[in-house]
């Protein structure tokens, strides 16, 4: 059963950082792409970026670029997002997904049950 279990959400001022976590279980990680999106309150979920089996990164939102960065650490089991320069639009409840494709698709069918993170001063 795939799960991921996010963390490192919380309260953050504007212009400063955050760095998301997303543990995965139930399948092997490595082996397939993860994505990070988000759902802001009163909008529709939106993908940010994902990184593939292989490493390489795919933007889904481009105003996250410069800003944002995935990683993985296969050997934990884990994805993180580092968020830099944070602004107030950016508050949201942050996701995990994978849709088990090594390559980052357009539609995800796996989740996890998100972070919040809220940018305000």
């Known amino acids: 059963q795939v799960q991921f279990v996010e963390s490192g959400g919380g309260l953050v001022q504007p212009g400063g950082s955050l760095r998301l976590s997303c543990a995965a279980s139930?399948?092997?990680?490595?082996?397939?792409?993860i994505a990070w999106f988000r759902q802001a309150p009163g909008k529709a979920r939106e993908g940010l970026l994902c990184i593939s089996n292989s490493e390489g990164t795919t933007y889904y939102d481009d105003s996250v670029k410069g800003r944002f960065t995935i990683s993985r650490d296969d050997a934990k089991k884990t994805v993180s997002l580092q968020m830099n320069d944070l602004k107030p639009e950016d508050t949201a409840v942050y996701y995990c997904a994978t849709d088990l494709t090594s390559w980052c698709p357009e539609n995800y069918d796996y989740w996890g049950q998100g972070t919040q993170v809220t940018v305000s001063s």
């Open positions: 139930g399948f092997t990680p490595d082996l397939y792409a």
